[in-house]
């Protein structure tokens, strides 16, 4: 079946502007989460969604980032006024289960350049 | 938190030889290990995990073994091939959602 899909693939955006990033994630899993993979870094967890909930926001790096999900499906995550800090590949994973302890299936990322 | 160290951050190998990573992780209620590949440009996968009731699992050439008291866990490839060249990460979970993944470790197999 599909995998993750994550869109788009490539942004590059002026300082200062807003971005969306949007995540499909595998049909019936409920379980969402982002992260961010800097340039030769591990990835950094951001936040996870359990259905549209996300009980855990601590992750955003700061209140420019903000995410959704509706629908217990698609998710968008949304910088503003983006810096050039904010460049990363921002990878979106969904898992079937309720917890880390289910395998995590991860989309192909976003890369976002900030000039 | 959950600090995940993961060591080396490069490793080249010869072909056919082995390759160990190493990780270590700060928070004694850590009881799921995970190990995730990702080949360049790509995303990454799940290769292999371990849970804390487990002290060593295998999987054809991959094992991954645990050491609850020292807190530390490593990744063991036997007979690499070129195919097994990728970054790995290493990750720790307690029961909540959240996975603390290592910085990573760039394996290249030689031929």
Do not use: M
């Not at chain 1, 490539?10 to 971005?19: I, L, P, R, S």
């Amino acid at each position: 079946g599909a995998g993750v899909s994550q869109s788009p693939s490539n942004k590059v955006t002026e300082k200062g502007k807003d971005v969306e990033l949007r995540c499909d994630p595998i049909s019936g899993h409920t379980a969402l989460y982002w992260y961010r993979q800097s340039l030769g870094q591990g990835l950094e967890f951001l936040i996870y969604f359990q259905g549209n909930s996300a009980p855990d926001k601590s992750g955003l790096p700061s209140d420019r980032f903000s995410a959704e999900r509706t629908g217990g499906s698609v998710s968008t995550l949304t910088i503003q006024r983006t810096q050039q800090e904010d460049s990363a590949v921002y990878l979106c994973a969904s898992s079937r289960s309720n917890g880390a302890q289910g395998e995590q299936y991860f989309g192909p990322g976003t890369r976002l350049t900030v000039t | 938190g959950e600090n995940v160290e993961q060591h080396p951050s490069t490793l080249s190998v010869q072909e056919g030889d082995s390759a160990v990573i190493k990780c270590t992780y700060s928070d004694s209620a850590s009881n799921y290990f995970p190990w995730y590949k990702q080949e360049l440009g790509k995303r990454p996968q799940l290769i292999i995990d371990i849970r804390s009731n487990v002290g060593e699992k295998k999987d054809q050439r991959i094992a991954v073994t645990l050491n609850k008291t020292a807190k530390h866990f490593s990744l063991h490839i036997t007979e690499t091939q070129p195919e097994d060249s990728a970054v790995y990460f290493c990750a720790a979970s307690n029961d909540d959602y959240k996975l603390s993944f290592g910085a990573g470790t760039t394996v290249t197999v030689r031929a």
